[in-house]
């Protein structure tokens, strides 16, 4: 049974850098069947996708946030990273890491399946 | 902000019927993109429930039933249950000039009275 488990600093200052590792246990991160996406959630609100890579290295990000997010991928521990700079108080959310299904030859074709627990980040100095 | 729109709430009795909608526009549901729904419980990660407009993942009670119509898209949950209280969102893919993106709804809380 595939699991994922976020993990990383629950407290970042203003102005630095958001990063976070998804690991990805009962299953391998090189299938070519998905891709690997964050998604986050801010207390109280709903749900904001923020990007995915393929295990390739292939990236694709939420327009919003492309200008500040880098996500990237370690193979060799099943792993994949968010790194979001230049954080303000309104990037205070919970962050999940999940499992992107897609269609091949149809990217728009995606759902997220199953989703780590998430971990709270906070941006306050 | 979100470009799917939900139902703040709903509620029913329990063994009722209740329906989610989710509206949305030419650029996303209503150009032919799938629509897929999570249920999150409190306290707990979204859980995927409904894959492909109307797919159930195994394991996920056909109570649970979704459709899509035009620009818009619908969760049925029939044979309401205490354990369904929870919020539940839609989910579909937005191509527009400002870029493209996997977009969710505003979500919809339910509650069984």
């Known amino acids: 049974q595939l699991q994922l488990q976020e993990s990383g600093p629950g407290l970042v200052k203003p102005s630095e850098t958001l990063s976070l590792t998804c690991t990805v246990s009962?299953?391998?991160?090189?299938?070519?069947?998905?891709?690997w996406g964050w998604i986050r959630q801010p207390p109280g609100k709903g749900l904001e996708w923020i990007g995915s890579i393929y295990y390739s290295g292939s990236t694709y990000y939420n327009p919003s946030l492309k200008s500040r997010v880098t996500i990237s991928v370690d193979t060799s521990k099943n792993q994949f990273s968010l790194k979001l700079s230049s954080v303000t108080a309104a990037d205070t959310a919970v962050y999940y890491c999940a499992r992107h299904w897609y269609i091949v030859g149809a990217l728009s074709v995606g759902w997220f399946d199953p989703w780590g627990q998430g971990t709270l980040v906070t941006v306050s100095s | 902000q979100s470009v799917l729109t939900q139902p703040p709430s709903v509620s029913g009795a329990p063994g009722q019927r209740v329906t989610i909608s989710c509206t949305g526009s030419s650029s996303n549901i209503g150009a032919g993109y799938d629509v897929h729904w999570y249920q999150q419980l409190p306290g707990t990660a979204p859980k995927l429930l409904i894959y492909?407009?109307?797919n159930r993942p195994s394991g996920v009670p056909d109570r649970f039933s979704g459709s899509k119509s035009g620009t818009s898209a619908s969760l049925a949950i029939t044979g309401l249950q205490a354990e369904d209280e929870a919020d539940y969102y839609c989910q579909s893919y937005d191509s527009s000039l400002s870029g493209d993106n996997y977009v969710f709804g505003t979500g919809t809380k339910v509650t069984v009275l």
């Open positions: 009962g299953g391998s991160i090189s299938s070519s069947s998905y891709y």
């Open positions: 492909g407009n109307s």
